[in-house]
């Protein structure tokens, strides 16, 4: 369905008494209906001008209204409501064109407020409108808006003045003839059972035909509705259309994504400290310090709520991590797997996480943090695991070594160097300790080069002692 109905692009607005120039573009309804609306090519009011135009509403309804947007010509109610409200961009969008976006069954008219997305205000139109300081209109309808969580709030923009939240009484407008629309729309559980669920399409003009993936069966159905279950488990979908009506041709509604059934492997993100590891894939940690996993869906449908993890009986949890993961110690001994159980309200999907678990991820088993810098009496260096670094400021290792092929792991020591340029190696501290203190007191003040070593990697830094 597709039609154009071309306008008149230039309009004179009483406010301030300026006539604004317009380029046509094209825009559409959600069905494809093209006009034609103003791209605002002349000038717009001044900072002066908007805060007064902001200020002067204010005042008049006694600060009862919420400020949501500059005064601008580059957009009006109805363009607001209709258009840039859903993303797009600020036109202007004259009468009749507003009309479009029901006549055409982008949105249907509802009876409840509480059903609806937009606003359009009637009549009655050329009548005298009084309102605060002494303002009056000569056409107070014609008039569109969008609706809130709060019943009887809605937010407009009022021609070419600001943008407000405010009651329907608080706006220049009639409020004597309202209509309220909502988008025709698939209406649904996002997770379908093998229980069955009923999908809808609530004030459809028509009857409803309907599809749907192949995991995926319906069991009843009505002119608007239908009953499907779940056959399987997985990604699936739904789609609906309503042969045409008074609107035109045959409305296809966007297509609606659904998880089928329980969870199930091969569609979980997850994270082992902070690197990718797909489901099967080996993650690479160190055997004695504690490491961390985190995971969750790729498909949000699928709706989980509960992530249970099974680790090997020598590991020591360490507590819960991120959105669903888990923080371990391996307490030295690597090679078994990561498995967990996770829960949507169709069911249990049993170990669709599995995570095997390798030593070759040692290179940076612990990262280091001094302070202070400049330092006058003592040093503090301080060990941090992965999780106890993060937002922390730690040193970046000078060179990193490969314990692949070894059978060293970065076991906690490290020894701290203080090395002065002429005078060499001036202190040197071995330890496995979390924090170290050092005595620097007796070094002369200037600069020096601080070392870290560790059995994966050495960290160097500039220490200043005054």
């Known amino acids: 369905m597709k039609k154009f109905i071309a306008i008149s692009f230039i309009f004179a607005f009483a406010y301030m008494a300026n006539a604004q120039i317009y380029t046509p573009v094209l825009v559409a309804t959600p069905n494809q209906t093209y006009f034609y609306a103003g791209s605002l090519t002349s000038s717009d009011y001044t900072t002066n001008q908007k805060n007064d135009a902001k200020n002067f509403w204010l005042n008049c309804y006694n600060n009862r209204i919420t400020y949501e947007g500059e005064a601008t010509y580059q957009y009006n109610c109805h363009a607001y409501a209709w258009h840039v409200s859903e993303g797009g961009g600020k036109v202007w969008i004259n009468t009749p ?46 008039h569109s808006a969008i609706t ?25 407008y009639s409020t004597e003839d309202l209509h309220y629309y909502s988008t025709l729309h698939i209406s649904g559980p996002t997770n379908l059972c093998s229980s069955g669920a009923t999908y809808s399409v609530p ?20 002119n608007t509705w239908t009953a499907l279950r779940a056959i399987g488990n997985g990604e699936g979908w739904v789609e609906a259309c309503i042969p045409p009506v008074s609107c035109g041709d045959t409305i296809h509604l966007p297509r609606m994504t659904v998880w089928a059934g329980r969870p199930t492997a091969y569609n979980f993100y997850t994270e082992v400290n902070g690197d990718e590891v797909e489901y099967y894939e080996t993650a690479l940690i160190c ?9 969750w869906a790729e498909v949000e449908e699928m709706s989980t709520t509960n992530y249970t993890w099974h680790l090997p009986s020598w590991y020591s949890g360490n507590g819960s991590f991120g959105s669903n993961g888990i923080c371990f110690n ?13 829960t949507n309200s169709c069911g249990t999907g049993y170990g669709v996480i599995q995570i095997y678990l390798g ?13 202070p810098n400049p330092a006058s009496t003592l040093l503090t260096v301080e060990q941090l ?20 092929d070894t059978k060293d792991a970065d076991d906690g ?44 990697a050495i960290y160097k830094e500039h220490l200043l002692v005054k």
């Open 97 to 142: 064109n507003d009309d479009d976006y029901w006549e055409d069954c982008s949105y249907m008219e509802v009876t409840n407020q509480s059903d609806a997305t937009k606003v359009s205000f009637g009549g009655p139109c050329d009548q005298m409108w009084g309102t605060c300081l002494d303002t009056t209109y000569t056409n107070p309808c014609d």
């Open 148 to 172: 809130t969580s709060s019943t009887d709030y809605f937010i407009s923009k009022w021609g070419s003045s600001p943008l407000f939240r405010h009651h329907k009484d608080d706006c220049p």
């Open 359 to 371: 030593n070759n991820g040692c290179s940076r088993s612990y990262q280091y943090a001094i302070s």
């Open 385 to 404: 695991t992965t999780e106890e670094a993060a937002g922390r400021s730690v040193l970046e290792p000078a060179e990193v070594y490969d314990l692949s």
């Open 413 to 456: 020591s490290y020894t701290v160097e203080i090395w002065h340029e002429k005078k060499g190696k001036v202190k040197e501290v071995t330890s496995k300790k979390k924090e170290e203190t050092i005595d620097v007191s007796g070094l002369e003040k200037g600069y020096y080069i601080l070392h870290i070593r560790t059995k994966s």
């Open 330 to 342: 391996p307490n030295g001994t690597i090679g078994s797997s990561i498995t967990a159980d996770v």
């Open 287 to 295: 055997p004695n310090i504690t490491s961390c996993l985190d995971a």
């Open 203 to 222: 004030n459809a003009p028509s009857y409803v035909l309907w599809e749907h993936s192949d995991n995926i069966e319906d069991f009843y159905g009505g």
